[in-house]
């Protein structure tokens, strides 16, 4: 699994997905508890950044659930093209 927080910068928990445990499930609910509004609403950036997260494994599922109380606000601030970058990483 992995975790990403974004506001005007993206961060992700680790740099690569974590394998499921109890004890990292754990240490990312911290993580997330610990986690402070600072402004800013990076769509595209975070939505890039969680799918380069994906692995290369065959056979291996992958899925993204975004939430965001936000319209985009910093980087790409136009939806029509978030999606267009979103498709594009994810087909490739």
Do not use: C, H
């Not at 950036?45 to 997260?53: G, V």
């Not at 993204?64 to 267009?84: M, Y």
């Amino acid at each position: 699994f992995g975790v990403i927080e974004f506001s005007a910068t993206v961060k992700r928990y680790k740099e690569t997905l974590t394998e499921r445990s109890d004890a990292e499930i754990a240490k990312a609910k911290a993580w997330v508890d610990n986690l402070q509004a600072t402004g800013g609403t990076n769509i595209n950036d975070s939505l890039l950044s969680a799918l380069a997260m994906r692995s290369n494994e065959a056979g291996r599922t992958f899925n993204v659930a975004f939430f965001t109380d936000g319209l985009p606000s910093t980087s790409e601030r136009n939806p029509e093209q978030i999606i267009k970058n979103v498709m594009a990483k994810n087909s490739g």
